[in-house]
């Protein structure tokens, strides 16, 4: 028998607990007299003090998307503004760094395709159009991949570019039936992509692989309901994708790029809160993923653990909370996190943070 069990079974236990309960009592009410005291002092009035049985907001609580209470003792930087894109809410999407160190991102409601250099000049790559430009992905021959979503129904496709925006050509037509997302190259030359299809009553989403030979289409994951982001670890061994509606983080351990490893499924987090949006990896296996709404970036590790968070400035006003997409500098462990404001006045931004190790080599820098 547990002896500390027996020892409260004393009566001097019992007398001991008694008198300290009746002395807690009596500090909690001389705190509350001096609480109303001072409100009253205050011209507040001894009524002004919330009863004691009501729920009343914390620091931290009173704001749009309050960290969840699980998230709140993670590793916590906040990240600086790089530059401004528009003082208009566009909604920016698809960072990607192409071998000269230009970033190029895309608004998807307007289309267009734009370039950021180095030293932070920006121009347009492709203008304004109906394609609903998305994700990014850059091939090593320095095309431009984009995922476009079209008008979000059924006119979804995949195509491609030259660097300077010239010889649009469609490799996923929207025939094919998806919704195309987000999009990454494995080491061999084909992509995977996600379909932003359905919803958590119709999970018609998922995730497929789209060979070199840019003909054949095979299915990785299925019954997604929107799926959204999309990377590879550092050795493409491990498929990582997000799924908006459902809030889920997905893992695929791949035995070859169409192959799952037996038992190599998983879903090792599930997010509070609307929404995970694109993501990147870096070389230590850990993966980032956008909060969409959130105005703030998710890291985990490589067992899809969470391990740290990157807070976006004035979020807790309500502030640049359309965090959508994360971007690694070249050889770096900075990266670039894309945002918008919405109607709120901030204006569309790019804000720049640090990771914990480089970003993983993408197929457009192998």
Known sequence: MNPYALKARTPRTRETLTRRASIARMLQAATAVAGGSMLAACGGGSDAAAPADALVYTAGLDTPFPIPASERGLQTVVAEPYFQVSPNGLQLEGASFDRQGNL???????????????????????????????GIAIHKDGRIFVAGL????????????????????????????????DLVFDKNGGFYFTDFRGDTNDRIGGVHYVAPDMQTITPILTDMAIANGVCLSPDGSVLWATELAAGQLRKVE????????????????????????????????????????????????????AIGQILLPKRDSGHNMRSTSVGFFPDSNEFVILTNDGPNGEGSWIFKSQGFAKGTVLYSHQ
Do not use: C, H, W
């Not at 895309?106 to 394609?131: E, H, R």
């Not at 079209?150 to 050509?169: A, Q, V, Y």
């Not at 998983?266 to 909060?291: C, E, H, I, K, L």
């Open 254 to 305: 791949l035995s070859g790029p169409t192959t799952i490893a037996p038992f190599g499924t998983a879903t090792p987090y599930y997010f509070n809160g609307f929404a995970p949006d694109s993501m990147r990896s870096d070389r230590d296996g850990n993966v980032y993923v956008a909060m969409y709404s959130q105005g703030r970036v998710l890291v985990f590790n490589e067992n899809g653990i």
């Open 150 to 181: 079209g008008n979000f129904k059924d006119t979804g496709s995949i195509f491609f570019m030259n660097p300077d925006g010239t010889g649009l050509t469609t490799v996923v037509p929207a025939s094919a039936g998806y919704l195309p997302d």
């Open 104 to 134: 190029l991102f895309v608004d998807v409601f307007g289309g267009t395709i734009f370039k950021l250099t180095p030293g932070k000049q920006l121009s347009t790559i492709y203008p304004a159009n109906a394609l609903g430009s998305a």
